[in-house]
């Protein structure tokens, strides 16, 4: 998994241009025991879907080299929650900005009173936008400008807000514009921005409980039947039942991935 640097001990702080030390929100990189355990946790629940639908344990064993694909989906998860989180935080570090400045503080002074801010959201201090912020400072305090530890976060971030900010930013401190209403403007559209996204992820949030259900809702039925009609059921595990039980299984994987990709809705 990637590294992050603790509020407490930024890496950069000896040698601010060490950006290789920092972290690229653009990947996610899992740890070893996080593969290890998604692909014994992928296989041992195909193999148990497997044994639900032939009823035996070696035939069952040809659909556990799937989990092989667990760890990836476990990683684009993971990476999406970070970045929805890093957006979030953005978000409020803006608006913290946008207070300091209001009342007539320093550029840099608004930037550490954005880590006391953000503190309060999270005290354990352990968010992404912390530590960046954390790293901002300490440049600060290297003599490097604000707008380039700006600028380096927002190609690590790989965000368009970021990167639209930073720039700004950048433009701003060169010509002498009037930083607070730019950083106020900026927050503000940002900010409704995040809000239009969570609403239109609520709305999609009940359909796709819906789809999973539907996806889940064969694997009760054939447990349930199996269960309580297994003379009935036993048909299936057998001859050409097989094939049909393959032909089941295939349908609903492919199903199960059409699904994933519709409702992989970018916002």
Known sequence: MNSRPLPGSVAPKGNP???AQLPDYTVYVL???HKITAMLVGGTLLWAIGYLFYHNGLLSLLLAPGGAYAPRILRDYLHRRRRAALNLQFKQMLFSLSSSLSAGRSVENAFREAVQDLLMLDPEGDSDMISELNIICARMEYGQPVEEALNDFSKRAGM????RFADVFSVCKRTGGDLVEIVRRTSTIIGEKLDMQQEIAVSIAQKKF???????SPLIMVTFMSLTAGDYMQPMY????IAISTLALGLLFLCCLWTSKIMNIPL
């Open 17 to 19: 241009g060490a950006a």
């Open 31 to 33: 740890a070893s025991w």
């Open 160 to 163: 368009e807000d970021v990167e």
């Open 210 to 216: 819906e789809a999973k259900a539907l996806l889940v």
């Open 238 to 241: 057998t001859g050409a039942g």
